[in-house]
């Protein structure tokens, strides 16, 4: 069993704060824990705007508190966010997250999990997991 705190996250490398600032995400749960997932709280800023697009993963966002919406930008669609609100991008959904008047606590779950070193490439996307065909072959 792993026990771990938000405390004990905060400040460590774990704590993953976006270049831009837009957002803050802590990992709880990351690839080396070997769980098939990674599992995160993110902080969006109020206000904020920010552009997603994973590409190789799926994510489930639960939001916990604050507000805000999300633009599906194949379908032009914006849905609000707030406490009590779920997305789901399982079909890998180019999208814009925005932050509203007040931060949103997001509970986030991805798979295939991420390792802790990606970084938003200019299309909002992480690059594959390294054993990305394990995980095909395990959906199909
Ligand atoms: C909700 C979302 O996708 N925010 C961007 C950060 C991401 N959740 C992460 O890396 O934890």
């Known amino acids: 069993m792993i026990v771990r705190t938000l405390d004990e996250i905060i400040g460590s490398e774990r704590d993953v704060h976006a270049e831009n600032g837009n957002w803050v995400s802590r990992r709880f749960v990351l690839d080396n824990d070997q769980a098939g997932f990674s599992f995160h709280e993110t902080i969006i800023k109020a206000g ?3 552009h997603i697009w994973y590409k190789n993963h799926i ?5 916990v508190a604050g507000d805000g919406e999300i633009e599906d930008l194949k379908t032009g669609e914006i849905h609000p966010i707030k406490d009590g609100t779920l997305y789901l991008l399982n079909d890998h959904d180019e999208h814009l997250l925005r932050g509203g008047g007040a931060d949103m606590r997001l509970i986030c779950a991805f798979c295939p999990p991420v390792t802790g070193r ?3 490439d200019e299309d909002g996307a992480y690059a594959p997991h390294p054993k990305t065909d394990l995980y095909d072959k395990a959906r199909k």
Do not use: F, G, N, W
């Open 48 to 50: 904020t705007e920010t």
């Open 59 to 63: 994510e489930a966002v639960y939001c």
């Open 118 to 120: 990606e970084h938003h």
